[in-house]
Every structure is written in structure tokens, then in C-alpha cells.
């Protein structure tokens, strides 16, 4: 079964600092999806990043961006400039690209960000 | 365009009671999701509805959460009776129907409470 772990339970930056948040994950499938979710306090969670894992390139969004690194089975995060409005909780999600739609979560990653 | 919502977005309940939680998807969306992340814990999936049918509900922990999808529309999940282990934070998602690293779009989330 896959698993995705997220080492970090709690992490702080300040504001227009660069923050990583750590995500490992185990499967033994060839093609897989992962993703990065951002949910802000009583808000609902949003996509922030995917990532496709034949692809090699590292996915960037604005700011944001994966270092992904399949051999390895890392799938970090990267918050560049980082804003007040980034305080949130960010969960890790694997999905699988063969067998089922549903989505396998880390424990989330709580995001501080201090002016 | 609305987003996922659901109702209620709290809800504190006696053992032994009985809660039903509602989702609407977004328009046009197949997809249905339920998830739930007890404290602290990773967001586990529980269920997945393509239109009307159950997909998947291998998450489903046990006899005594029924959910239903009607119409392929809305969703309810239904837990009776409740004991203190189901408090946590239930998620609905939506998505489109077809292959790919499809965006799962998320309501805020049910907090349910069993005291």
C-alpha cells in the first residue's frame, strides 16, 4: 500500500523568506500523480502544485515549486517570498495514475508566517 | 461558480446520536469523495461515487456510516450511532470525470464532535 509522510508537523518562516516543506512517499508503482494541498484556517483546502511523476521536470507555480526527486521518493515544497497569506496547513497527496482516484494524504505540515 | 459546500460546518453530537452530513459538488462534477482526518492524524479517504454508484468505499470504517449519493447529485453521510472515535474533520471533494492528474476541488469540511 502507499504511504506519504510528512516529517514536519510545524514550521515557521518570515515573511519574503524561502520556507521547504519535506514529503517522502512509498509505492511500487511506475506512474503516479502528487500533489501539494494548502488549507488556510476554516477555509477550504486548494490545489497549490501537482506534479506527474513522468515527468521530470519539477513543477513551478508562481512562487511555489517541487524539488521532486523520484528515485528518492521526495516530493518538497518550496515557498519563495513567502507572504502572510501562506499560513496555512499543507498536505502531501499521492494519487494513483492506474488503479483508483482517490487521493493518499501525509499528516499535514502547519505553516506559520511571521511579519 | 459555487465551490464544494457542505453543511453543517460544525456539529456536536451525544454518543449514541445519530448526524448526517451533506455535500454538494460543484455542477457537472462525477466525482464525489469523502474523506476524514481525525486529529492530528493524515486525511484518510473513505468513499468515492462516480455519479450515483459507489466507486470505492473501502475507507469506510464500518456499519455504521452509510452514505448515499442522490440523483448523482448531492451526498450524505450518515452515522449512526455515532461514538467518540468518528469526531474529526470530514471532507467532501469533487472532480471531473476522466483520466489525468484531475483537480479534486474540496468543501471546508464538517467538524463533527462526539462528546
Known amino acids: 500500500a502507499q504511504t506519504v509522510t510528512q516529517s514536519q508537523p510545524e514550521m515557521s518562516v518570515q515573511e519574503a523568506e524561502t520556507v521547504t516543506l519535506s514529503c517522502t512517499y512509498d509505492t511500487s508503482e511506475s506512474d503516479y500523480y502528487l500533489f501539494w494541498y494548502k488549507q488556510p484556517p476554516s477555509r477550504q483546502m486548494i490545489l497549490v502544485i501537482r506534479q506527474e511523476a513522468y515527468k521530470q521536470q519539477n513543477a513551478t507555480e508562481n512562487r511555489f515549486s517541487v524539488n521532486f526527486q523520484k528515485a528518492a521518493k521526495s516530493f518538497s515544497l518550496k515557498i519563495s517570498d513567502s507572504q502572510l497569506g501562506d499560513a496555512a496547513m499543507y498536505f502531501c497527496?499521492?494519487?494513483?495514475?492506474?488503479?483508483?482516484?482517490?487521493?493518499?494524504f501525509g499528516t499535514g505540515t502547519r505553516l506559520q508566517v511571521f511579519p | 461558480e459555487a465551490g464544494v459546500t457542505q453543511f453543517p460546518s460544525h456539529s456536536v453530537i451525544e454518543k449514541g446520536q445519530t448526524v448526517t452530513l451533506r455535500c454538494d459538488p460543484i455542477s457537472g462534477h462525477d466525482n464525489l469523495y469523502w474523506y476524514r482526518r481525525v486529529m492530528g492524524k493524515e486525511i484518510k479517504f473513505l468513499l468515492h461515487f462516480v455519479k450515483e454508484s459507489k466507486q470505492d468505499e473501502s475507507g469506510m470504517p464500518n456499519n455504521r456510516f452509510l452514505a448515499e449519493r442522490t440523483g448523482g447529485t448531492y451526498s450524505t453521510l450518515k452515522v449512526q450511532p455515532a461514538e467518540l472515535e468518528d469526531s474529526g474533520v470530514y471532507f467532501c471533494?469533487?472532480?471531473?470525470?476522466?483520466?489525468?492528474?484531475?483537480?479534486?476541488?474540496f468543501g471546508q469540511g464538517t467538524r463533527l464532535t462526539v462528546v
Open positions: 471533494a469533487s472532480s471531473q470525470l476522466w483520466t489525468g492528474p484531475t483537480e479534486a476541488f
Open positions: 497527496a499521492y494519487r494513483s495514475a492506474f488503479t483508483t482516484d482517490k487521493l493518499i
